[in-house]
């Protein structure tokens, strides 16, 4: 969603808070802004404010032409969700001596901006986040400090948000809140700092605290004292974090989605990396309490949105085959909005890549309300809101992803998934002997991952009939059916090709309407017991004059010709072949991106961590 920097120096902080900017333009892009508080040579207090429509660098050389100084500031990078990307729209807002920054939804905001018109206020843009800094100003009059008049604003506000608010008349304080959305405080030496992701402040400290729910902080450049939302002082634990600065650089790669393709095999690799003896998987990856809790598991629900969703449809299938568990999938935001029904020993899995998913957030914290044995999340960011949430965690150790459109995560969180499903099967049937091939098969699949990306070139060609398509149908059978509907997902964020998925046995029952020459055909193609069932889809396919593509397996036996296009991939074991199969889908997508020349990192209306509603 929307990016948020902040800082509180005895330097100029402008370039800190345009570097934070930068490093969070994957949350948000279509609007820039910063307010600067300025002190003149007569000591004379002001906040200097510069807004942008476009990307960080507009605003960038719209400092150049106005550059700002000063010691206390906010920043934002915007991803709409009231109003269209306007200058008066884009962050930070002001009213009268109050400046703010906000990530969130406020549910009640028209209320609130109904009342506050009624006591003359006066609103410039069409957005929620109005309604909170006019609010301030209100409280303002009737307190004394800047932290008093926050903590009664936000107690009036339903909803979501995370703050960054500074005021001309306490020029040396900056005011951090938190509720639903993500919000760090960078601790450094006579200077600190606030943001959204902690990626954005990598640059001036590896020091962190984790904002809780509720928390309101007032933070100076020496001093960070923060409140609970009873408004009880409290200590939250300072982390040290370490970690590859080089993974937030594109290095030699076009696209930061190409190098994140590329990273995979690597990951994949370090996602492995003591989770495997030589011939079992070590369930203490999962957590202390894993083992306790894996006995006690009679059924598992997963929740996840996005791509997170296809790959809890993958687990579903290894789960129930591998480990014989009932296994449930959902969307996380339709999930949180019904009554559902919760078996006995049920564990909650969540996967989200930021952990901070506000979807996912809260279906898990209405499913814990209604009592289950326990909730792991399958995870990228430690110390993220799914991770406090959950009994247990295992992190996927995909490094930052930047990339809008979702690829390491995924095989990642698919790895970790088939891991969960080898330690729930061992209780449940799954021999030594039968552990020891799947562990194998998994020690195999960087080699085979970097394999596939040999094929690089080939896929390129294969795109460029791609360049005038509006359409595409993707099919899979069994559990390539999910990987199929990854592959769809992939192409319409990134090309804005409209693409769907289907189970190739639903062919014949509506989809198979749709077919022509106009129609490609995406088809994934392991040597699996459902091969020859696929086969026949794809021959209706063919007598009705589509055209298709096929990725398929060297040992599956598909021929090319003009009507068919096929795609040799290597080798693969049933087990492993999603993840594998996986990749040369996200090359396709991205190709085809590529030639229609659409912005692959930070395709339109989309943003990477979907914290908001």
């Known amino acids: ?9 005895q330097r100029n902080v402008t370039e800190i808070l345009l570097e934070g900017l930068r490093r969070l333009e994957y949350r948000g892009y279509d609007s820039a802004g910063l307010a600067v508080i300025e002190k003149n040579a007569e000591n004379d207090i002001s906040t200097a404010i510069r807004k942008e429509i476009g990307k960080v660098v507009n605003l960038e050389e719209s400092l150049e032409q106005e550059p700002t100084k000063g010691h206390v500031g906010v920043a934002h990078t915007r991803w709409a969700t009231h109003g269209k990307p306007t200058k008066n729209n884009a962050h930070p807002h002001r009213s009268s001596n109050i400046t703010l920054v906000h990530n969130g939804i406020i549910e009640n905001h028209q209320l609130l901006r109904e009342s506050l018109i009624k006591k003359g206020y006066r609103f410039l843009s069409d957005t929620d986040t109005e309604v909170v800094v006019h609010l301030i100003e209100e409280f303002s009059k009737q307190v004394k400090t800047l932290k008093e008049a926050v903590q009664l604003s936000v107690a009036e506000c339903e909803g979501a948000y995370a703050l960054g608010v500074i005021s001309d008349k306490e020029p040396e304080i900056l005011i951090a809140a938190r509720k639903g959305s993500p919000l760090v405080i960078g601790v450094g030496i006579e200077e600190n700092f606030i943001a959204s992701d902690q990626l954005a402040l990598r640059q001036v400290t590896d020091q962190f605290i984790y ?3 509720g928390d309101i902080a007032e933070i100076s450049s020496s001093n960070i004292a923060i409140s609970d939302k009873e408004g009880n002082v409290v200590k939250r634990e300072k982390v040290k974090l370490t970690g590859n600065e080089q993974s937030a ?16 095999p690597t990951l994949i690799q370090q996602t492995l990396q003591g989770r495997l003896g030589k011939t079992r998987v070590l369930e203490e990856c999962f957590g202390t309490e ?18 997170s969703y296809h790959a809890a ?17 959902e969307i996380a935001s339709e999930f ?27 279906a898990l914290q209405k499913i814990k309300q209604q009592g289950i044995l326990a909730a792991l999340t399958i995870c990228n960011v430690p110390n993220s809101a799914l991770v406090r949430e959950s009994h247990l965690s295992l992190m996927t150790e995909a490094g930052p992803e930047i990339g ?10 698919l790895v970790a998934l088939r891991l969960l499903a080898i330690v729930l099967g061992r209780r449940n049937g799954v021999t030594v002997e039968q552990e020891a091939s799947m562990v194998e098969e998994l020690q195999q699949l960087p080699a085979l991952c970097s394999e596939v990306l040999t094929l690089d070139k080939t896929i390129e060609k294969m795109s460029e009939q791609f360049i005038e398509k509006h359409h595409a149908l993707f099919l899979g059978r069994g559990i390539q ?4 509907a990854e592959g769809a997902l992939k192409l319409k964020e990134i090309s804005y090709i409209h693409a769907e998925a289907y189970p190739a046995g639903e062919l014949k029952h509506g989809p198979l309407a749709l077919v022509d020459a106009d129609m490609p055909i995406i088809a994934v193609a392991p040597n699996d017991d459902l091969l020859d069932k696929l086969k026949s889809n794809l021959e209706e396919v063919q007598a009705r004059g589509g055209q298709l593509f096929v990725f398929a397996d060297t040992e599956a036996n598909f021929t090319s010709t003009t009507e068919c296009q096929v795609i040799d991939l290597p080798k693969v074991s049933e087990g492993i072949s999603p993840i594998v199969f996986t990749i040369p889908l996200q090359l396709f997508s991205y190709y085809v991106a590529v030639l229609k020349g659409t912005d692959v990192d930070q395709p339109r209306n989309l943003a990477k961590s979907v914290t908001v509603e």
């Open 404 to 413: 809008v459109a979702s690829t390491k995560a995924f095989t990642t969180q």
């Open 211 to 213: 904002l809780e729910e």
């Open 336 to 362: 949180r909005y019904r009554k559902a029904y919760i078996p006995a020993n049920t564990l909650v899995v969540t996967i989200s890549q930021s952990g901070e998913t506000a979807d996912t957030l809260a």
């Open 481 to 484: 059916y999910p990987i199929a």
């Open 1 to 9: 969603m929307c990016g948020i920097v902040g800082a509180a120096a």
């Open 313 to 329: 449809l993958v687990a579903k299938y290894w789960i129930e085959s591998i480990a014989n568990v009932h296994c449930t999938v």
């Open 290 to 307: 894993a083992a306790a809790i894996f006995d006690q598991t009679q059924h598992v629900q997963l929740l996840a949105c996005g791509t």
């Open 249 to 264: 650089s594109r290095g030699e790669y076009r696209h930061y989605m190409l190098k994140e393709i590329y990273e995979q």
